[in-house]
């Protein structure tokens, strides 16, 4: 929706941004080496201890851009429906529909494997810095930096995972101010347990989305195995049978993936002006053509669901970035920020390296803007499926003839299991529908690069967008798993050979892509790093470690307090209840999308209307958070994390806890609806009891 | 609440208003002489006759500043609890407090008059017009001009009132543009039928009073009575069972209070920069002086809730009227169609005459802007009651003694009987909140006038504010009707003999009053309605009579449809549930102001909570229409109007449709109420039947 109302949702967040500048109290997500005891004791009297933040992090379960936590003895995974999604659409069928009936699995034996899940948990962290800095030379030119930080990051991550036996990762924090290496105990043995129908998981749909007051019974259940076994996890979490209270405090634990607060100006102004818009219209087009090929019928429809549903929620939020972007005072205060702390560096003879950091951040930004249209238009991931397969397949099978610390990092040592794991999934593939969204996005990029583009004229080679893409999914055996087996496992010379048409055609772009993504490595994201590493390095110097990083996928604690907020000229409360759920879906006269599932329909008279459905929160989230679990001070579960509010858009840039909240299952509403609508009773208890019964 | 969330509120208003200028289809609160038949046709279908608009006309019940309607064949009829609260806080005693714990009349016995409710319902009406004009010589001096005017006016009420022997007014319409008599019935034997406890007609309090979705039963019955017996309305409203479907067209009728949608700029302009600051300034300090006197016990609440809650309710409002002047592009967008017809007005040789009245109206603002503080500092009206009630005595007295032609308007003989009924009220005085009121007034007043006006010298003669409150609010026997009658029947010659120390201190300052109300009569009233009325005919001249006056607490007819809204980035159901009462109590732990009625908590298990509660409807209100009733195209109560929501605070100065509603309590929840809660069978019956049940 882009009315003027929606507008209004964004300018509700930048009347907000306009307030203070020091942290917030609940503003944070901490990585778990640096959690703000001070203000935990200051505020709520609390402080983590060591072994309470180790069990913490290891009852964590880390989804690969998405969130989750133990909660039994016996593997069981509590996230949310729509992390599970994904894995619900490949295992149905038009004649098993999970998605629209959801899944129940009342014994092990009917819980059914993943095609291709994978979950990792948090074993160590050890801050790497001074080894990767070490290795790069500030002097030398930029491809060489490059080259020297990439190299230690592979060794470091070679090294380590040789050491440990664990899947570790090197990443980057503060923007190149830490690097640190992460090491993860993974699982790709992963099994639905529990998903309730898609529509009582995101009743309410588009418009109740990053709506608040809320009624979603947004959970999944998933078990981790090993050897066809159940896990028995170092750590996981009791459910608490009543939820949290008004003004509790309580601990988000989850892997929020992506912010940009501490970019700086130039960073956002780029994405202002250039990247978000583009980024917006390819989506926007792209849902277009998703919802056309929707309506060619039913099959169609539920092939296409959960990339409609994605493409919708990711624009509601892309919308809103761009308008707080362009719109508010929010770029102002950024401003005032930049050159404030410039200026004390400046002043700090100790930092006098850094103090042209933000110019040459600028002027990557400008070079960036130079070549801003072939690096968006030309990249074809979270696209056509079967086309994002086959890249991987041709880049995997050149990469790996390198040596490790020359690879993209998407494919080294430490990230090759979990290709092989996409590349052979068993998940349906879909041409038809990848064939659609390939034409469209050729469309697109002849429309913006023009015909006379190296990348597009070898893309189209003198046709239309739809004949090509046509051409090649119609004529691919990818969707065949042996034949992407028999690709990989041949190496180079059977892609060299291959005549799959879309491996050819992959093979054709792929040297284009290579130049393209080597200069941006080298003359974007170095600069980024480097510079973006002396800022924070600099930051540091001045304030010490008061700040914590962006968000960037890892393991981070967010507190914060239960409380509702203030909207327009009234009260919205902490909480809604089961009764709030009917009442919603009656005062629209049950029309889609506030109609409930026939089960939850007939379950009003026998559940407790007066219990908690959902809550809000202070804790500070971004998209990856969901399915973390919002954890009371005892470490019990008291909510189930699946989004923010309208007037936490702004997180993106700043934090703001006036009226900017995370909204959460209660931990109740788990207990009653498993029960109460679903005869879950088994699983309830095995979550009440914290682990399966005996068998 | 004066959060930049509220302002966000007034904000999304703006950003409506932004919007196209010609009339908006549901706009407009059209006299019954003139309905949008072209509209009703084209949007609905619906073209209603002349015995609809008489049924519609005759079925309406003024409730003297609220609404009402007729409801069955025995004189009963429906209202807000808030047009009914002034009444109850008067029926009220320390051990029957019917504002907290509502009545109940079972049987035609239990039934108890009002102490002072008048209610009239409008006969006929008809264009007088020409016959004020004809009165009024344009070329003489404004003094001369405004007592012609006055004189014409009250001679023809006179006129009338002798004809019809019904109570006529004249009215004035679009500012002047048309004269109107209007005749009506009057009644002042008015019955108490039922009411429920204020906190579910209140429910959420003033968090929730202009928001919406919104769960209140603001309810409440009178019986007509005349001679002692029910009346039997020629005109009366059968209820439906249903309430409303979504989309429905529905018409509320009623008597909105005041707009200022016709002023002109120079009286926004004023209205910004003077009358509206300093209102609020006072309300708030009177509240806060309020306040702390109900903190001194309980029966010290009980006897100023209603005027807590109505300051609370006013202030609300009031200070969203002036962030729209203040911050918004509503003036400029009123700029901009005052140029523009100022434009059109100039090039018509007609309306020669018209193209100066502007200028002479901001020349009035101007004089205005010079005494505005003596006008506004030296009003006691709507402050210390028993005050007011001096003060009335005193110029009653005084200007019966005129010829009727030469009194304010508010003592011509067509007002006297009312007046009456006023000063004799047998309702409760409580002097000692009347002089925590008057010392706060006095003490704005000096502070604002200066020790050394004349008015501020008079009425403190020397003393503290709370002194000259204490003294003469101790002294006086005004709190007993007997005092007031032979005040009133000794006329004049008691008056100046009275040692009654209001009444002395009334008479002190009694001759800088009128010389101000002179001042302001002549000055700028007169030239305000002169002036606006060439401006309105004009208008006619150019368009044809295609607008609908300002509101003038005149019947007005407000077409419109049962409609849902978009606010944020999500749907507002066009209804909300007695299942959305509970869960809104529930969400906020039951605590005040969203806690339950013991009767009503008590309820939940026996009534249908799916059945709707309340519902909004594009319908143009403003206040004053608390209490009309939305009817369906063939005259049935679908529901019972009682508020506005927040976006509609704009409609003060322009209507839209877009977020803008008005708010109703559904008839089916009227109907479940009396009989699933209140055990009122028999008043639902009579709804229903449409007469009461034979004895």
Redesign the interface.
């Known amino acids: ?1 882009n ?7 964004v ?2 967040s930048l ?2 941004v306009t307030a203070a500048l020091p942290l917030r109290a609940d503003e944070g997500m901490w990585t778990l080496d640096n959690p703000p005891t001070a203000m935990l004791q200051k505020e709520y009297g609390f402080t983590p201890t060591a072994e309470w933040l180790a069990r913490a992090q290891k009852g964590c379960v880390n989804f690969g851009g998405a969130s989750g936590s133990f909660v039994s003895a016996s593997g069981l995974v509590l996230t949310n429906h729509h992390v599970a999604l994904n894995q619900l659409q490949k295992m149905s069928t038009p004649e098993k529909n999970y998605v629209r009936d959801g899944f129940f699995a009342r014994a092990a034996a009917e819980e059914i494997k993943c095609p291709d899940q994978e979950v990792k948990v948090l074993q160590s962290y050890e801050n790497v810095t001074d080894k990767v800095m070490a290795a790069v030379d500030a002097q030398a030119p930029l491809a060489t930096q490059n080259a020297q930080r990439r190299a230690a990051m592979a060794k470091l991550e070679t090294d380590e995972s040789k050491a440990s036996g664990l899947k570790c990762e090197v990443v980057e924090l503060y923007h190149g101010g830490e690097y640190w290496v992460y090491r993860y105990k993974k699982y790709d043995d992963v099994r639905l347990v529990m998903a309730p129908e898609e529509q009582i998981a995101f009743f ?1 749909g588009d ?2 989305n ?2 608040y ?1 809320r009624h979603d019974l947004d959970m999944a259940f998933f078990r981790v195995c090993e050897n066809s076994q159940p896990v028995h996890p170092e750590s996981w979490f009791k459910i608490s049978p009543e939820g949290p209270q ?1 003004g509790d405090l309580v601990f988000v634990v989850g892997h929020p993936g992506r912010t940009s607060r501490l970019k700086t100006v130039a960073q956002l102004e780029y994405e202002r002006d250039i990247e978000r818009p583009a980024r917006i219209a390819i989506q926007e087009h792209r849902l277009a053509a998703i919802r056309a090929y929707e309506k060619l019928g039913p099959e169609q429809e539920r092939r296409a669901k959960d990339r409609d549903r994605g493409l919708e929620n990711n624009l ?1 939020r892309e919308r809103a970035f761009l308008e707080l972007l362009r719109e508010g005072p929010l770029l102002e205060r950024k401003r005032k920020e930049e050159t404030a702390l410039r200026g004390r560096v400046a002043k700090d003879p100790k930092n006098a390296a850094s103090a042209a950091a933000w110019d040459r951040i600028a002027a990557a930004q400008k070079e960036l803007r130079g070549r801003a249209k072939e690096w968006i238009y030309r990249d074809l991931t979270r696209g056509p499926r079967l086309v994002n397969m086959a890249e991987n397949i041709v880049r995997y099978v050149a990469e790996i003839q390198k040596p490790n610390e020359k690879r993209f990092h998407e494919f080294r040592d430490s990230n090759l299991a979990s290709q092989r794991l996409q590349m052979f999934t068993r998940a349906p593939q879909f041409p038809d529908l990848d064939a659609v969204v390939l034409a469209q996005q050729l469309t697109d990029a002849r429309a913006a690069l023009g015909a006379g583009d190296p990348w597009v004229k070898a893309a189209l080679g003198g046709s239309e967008p739809g004949e090509v893409a046509k051409r090649i999914l119609d004529g691919t055996k990818l969707g065949d798993v042996a034949a992407r087996k028999a690709l990989v496992d041949g190496g180079p010379a059977t892609i060299a050979a291959s005549t799959d048409p879309l491996i050819v055609w992959v093979r054709t772009l792929d040297p284009i892509y290579r130049d393209l993504r080597d200069w941006h490595e080298e003359r974007v994201e170095t600069v980024e790093s480097l510079e973006g590493g002396r800022i924070a390095r600099a930051q540091f110097a001045l304030d010490g470690k008061t700040r914590y990083p962006d968000a960037t996928g890892t393991l981070r604690l967010s507190p914060g307090k239960v409380a ?1 907020y ?6 919205v ?5 089961w ?2 759920l ?3 879906s ?4 049950d029309r889609e999308p ?1 109609d409930l599932p026939a089960r939850v329909a007939a379950a009003r008279s026998r559940i407790d ?2 219990e908690p459905l959902n809550f809000v929160c202070t804790s500070d989230i971004i998209g990856g958070s969901s399915g973390s679990p919002a954890l009371s001070r005892d470490l019990a579960v008291v909510g189930l994390v699946f989004d923010g509010n ?1 007037q936490a858009f702004e997180w993106e840039f700043a934090y703001d806890e ?2 900017g909240r995370t909204v959460a299952v209660d931990s109740a509403a788990i207990l009653q609806g498993l029960r109460g609508i679903y005869g879950m009773g088994g699983l309830a208890d095995e979550l009440e009891e914290g682990a399966q019964a005996a068998k």
């Open positions: 929706m009315t003027p109302l929606a507008r209004l949702a300018l509700a009347i907000a309410g418009p109740d990053f709506s007051p008004d509601k509702g203030e909207q327009l000229t009234t009260h409360p902490w909480k809604t209840t009764a709030g009917y009442d919603r009656a005062s629209f006269d506030f209307l007066m309208v006036r009226a």
